[in-house]
């Protein structure tokens, strides 16, 4: 769980730096103790933002009790700071939340808006003194038009509760993060989520056709449109996925959807001894044009977790486990998985297989579903990495992920969406090693700097939130940063939406 | 072609309404004599910028005689107003185009970005007294990659020839406007330009990865990313796509590409004698899962067009006309061709068939690709609507634009990328009838406002320009505009790129 570091509230610069987020100029919180949150009490102007909240909400929406608000107060990013808010509110509606923005508002107050907390990047981190909006109550599903292929929820519908709807229907909601069974489909849109299918079929941003949002003066407005095609104006809904709440607080949420896929998927799993072969056999798949709706990766730290946990039996000695579902019909799904068994036999795979066995398919892709709550088990803080590389330097950046383990001592398992070229380095430290948490931190750095030279992204699909601030200016420069907090402040001129995230 | 108005730069006011660009407060131009161009010789900005230009540019860069000028003043929007530029410059390199706006940002003078000319509302219309970005010589393609499935382009490869060179290399992009083989990718990137295939497989937005862009201050950035996801700040790429030249200069694309699609098409073709039953049938298709790869609609008046035009024989008792193709693997695309020609006959086609052949194929899409030239035999002037409605009430829309068309005594035939919903339809004007001209521009507004009131947009895939100014404002509303225009202000505090347009 995150330490408590309070993070100061910027609102009056929303071209703050990184630094005077977090006064050290790290990316995460350094107080060294977990500390209480700070009941210094509420300034002037959070009292009379409180006052008005009071004045017009239920009095069900708002929470001030410390000991609730304090499971508010951050996301499961490991290490990232947050502050006291002045309260939570638990909106049930859009009025709710217009309500507390225009509360907000009228006094500089910040805002930070929040699904369900699973975000990895402190991006729903609470900030000093502001307020809290909780979107997870306001969780209808409007509605599900199989003619229009699109369904209207609100934020804080769960991504795997829509899904389940639209399979009632036929129809696929294909965003998938491994958070599925607890985000909220706000929270996917606020950090452009993506997950095992978006190597073949796209990311949040693919699949969101309109936004209801309230601004951060409180207007209430809608961009994006209901039609299948559509070119009126900038595009603002676009905009909104991935803001991070840094632009507006979104209250409904228009996605595309997909007919239903209607083939058993066949699996296709290979383990290489080397990086070298593994990169060489994901190479392949994809210049060979196959197209697998999912395309894994998992490394021996997670196969090794997985075994001692579940007794498993997966072959240790291999360097890596590369795992591949295809979705065609058939006889071409058929086709395609003996062409990615092809990729992974020509290309070194120690042992490799195919199945259309649903069972047998459950247990190949165990050790990938297992490796999380496996490394999980082992009791240690794990800072979750999110970098993405050109697909073809992907081995190169898992070898360099390696070299960084070992030259600093950290202890890091890898999971990867290879076809993608999206790793999620899982880095373990002892709990309340101080010593080792910033051999962590220096790897962390290192890592972002390897992946910003090798033409990647810090990050691929959790988002800058507090994490990724320093990596995000390394990686875009100075010029595009400008343009970034350019837009913010026209779309916040006083900065109080989530300040100190993102942009 | 399109006449001659002079509009006037509103640089001075990025919030200029259309009132203000045309100050009869109409979308178009209203002279109605064609004039010669402005000859009253440029302002001391613009002479200011004319010499630094000249001491700046390779002399070939910049045109300046009038009557080559002349060709390039307009795009082929029908009766869209457009002005004098002081010039041309035909860019060669990115290090062009940050010159060129780096002396008209210094003098606050327009700068109109310019592909092919090819767009149908008017985007690329010069600015009296500004200068026009020809982007048609940066025309090389930098890079394909197989590995990493993407393409570089420079801004003026023509779409056909990008997509030629990605086929030689067992690549597809798929985004395929009507104009592929003349239109620019730099000028596909400024509209979001749709096509046939969208239906299937997404606008050009859903391929662009990455740009390099000019900003309105003649800085030179990148934004976007060449991984396959990332999510680093604000989505400033997807902001730029379809934003018409008025954020900034395209100097160079990034686009993600598909694997090359193995299989023959089968395509299926139904005759309807209603647009009730036409609209039942596209409806069938879409409710019951089909996804075919293109979907499309010819109207009546199409067909007797190309019959006149080409003795096609094609039955002008029917209403409408349906074509499909089904790109699916065998044997799963006999299986949709199947069901889409049942869901026709079901749901009343007259006259219904399926092939696989592929000079059949061609004969039967025949109708559709001869429509638009069919109807410029008629020698008359052709404004190409472009208003997208939710796919079910797209036979609504057909029947609205049929009783428009009746009350208001205008010639319109239609042509609709039927599985998007987005209707073109043709409205035909006799050359210099100015009773026929007006009644034409009332039909224009009314489908507008019909399609709005449908829920629909005012541009499905063309762009706003300057046609559709008025339309835009009543599709968005006040507050959406208000949002539109801060972004537009934020990125471009002169207001000098392509003013008047769009935003």
């Known amino acids: ?31 060294t103790e977990p500390a209480e949150l700070d009941t210094s009490g509420p300034s002037a102007a959070g009292r009379a933002v409180l006052a008005e909240l009071a004045a017009t909400l239920d009095p069900d929406r708002m929470l001030t009790d410390p000991d609730v608000v304090r499971t508010y107060v951050h996301d499961e990013a490991e290490w990232a700071g947050y502050g006291t808010p002045l309260c939570v509110v638990r909106a049930r509606s859009t009025d709710d939340v217009a309500a507390t923005v225009r509360a907000c508002a009228a006094h500089g107050v910040p805002v930070v808006p929040r699904g369900a907390g699973t975000g990895l990047s402190g991006g729903a981190n609470a900030v000093a003194g502001g307020v809290v909006i909780c979107l997870e109550r306001m969780r209808t599903i409007r509605e599900i038009s199989p003619g229009e292929r699109l369904a209207v929820v609100e934020p804080g519908v769960v991504n795997d509760d829509l899904r389940a709807a639209c399979a009632e229907r036929g129809l696929w909601y294909p965003p998938d993060p491994a958070s599925a069974p607890w985000s909220t489909i706000g929270g996917n849109v606020a950090t452009n989520a993506g997950g095992l299918c978006c190597v073949k079929y796209g990311v949040t941003r693919d699949y969101v056709l309109a936004l209801e949002v309230v601004t951060a003066t409180g207007e209430v407005v809608r961009v994006g449109r209901r039609t299948a095609k559509g ?10 996925v991935g803001s991070e709440g840094t632009l507006g607080v ?74 591949a579902q ?144 320093d990596g995000m200016v390394r990686e875009l420069g100075p010029e595009v940063v400008g343009l970034q907090r350019a837009v913010k402040a026209a779309l916040d001129p006083q900065g109080i939406m989530n300040p100190g995230k993102a942009v």
Chains 1, 2 share one sequence.
């Open 231 to 240: 070119v009126v104006g900038l595009d603002l809904a676009g905009l909104m």
């Open 326 to 469: 295809t979705d065609l019909p058939e006889p071409a799904a058929e086709a395609e998985a003996d062409a990615i068994l092809a990729a992974f036999t020509e290309h070194g795979a120690t042992e490799a297989m195919s199945s259309t066995d649903p069972v047998e398919s459950e247990a190949l892709f165990g050790a990938r579903r297992l490796a999380y709550p496996a490394l999980e088990q082992l009791g240690m803080d794990m800072l979750t990495e999110d970098v993405c590389v050109p697909r073809g330097r992907m081995a190169e950046m898992l070898a360099r992920v390696e070299e960084i383990a070992a030259a600093r001592g950290v202890r890091i398992a890898t999971v990867a969406h290879a076809g993608d070229g999206n790793l999620h380095p899982l880095m373990l430290t002892p709990r309340g090693d101080e010593a080792a948490k910033e051999r962590t931190r220096a790897a962390f750095d290192e890592i972002i700097a390897a992946a910003v030279a090798m033409g990647g992204t810090v990050t691929g699909e959790h988002g800058v939130g507090l994490l990724k601030r």
């Open 1 to 31: 769980m995150p330490e408590r570091v309070t993070v100061d509230s910027p609102a009056a610069d929303p071209a703050a730096s990184p630094a005077e987020i977090a006064p050290e100029g790290r990316p995460f919180g350094t107080a």
């Open 250 to 323: 979104i209250t409904e949420v228009t996605v595309k959807l997909r007919p239903a896929r209607p083939v058993a998927p066949r699996t296709v799993v290979g383990f290489f001894g080397s990086l070298a072969d593994c990169g060489a056999a994901v190479a392949a798949v994809t210049e060979r044009g196959l197209q697998p709706a999912i395309f894994e990766l998992v490394d021996r730290e997670c196969l090794q977790a997985v075994n001692t946990w579940k007794q498993a039996g997966l072959p240790e000695d291999a360097a890596v486990l590369l795992l």
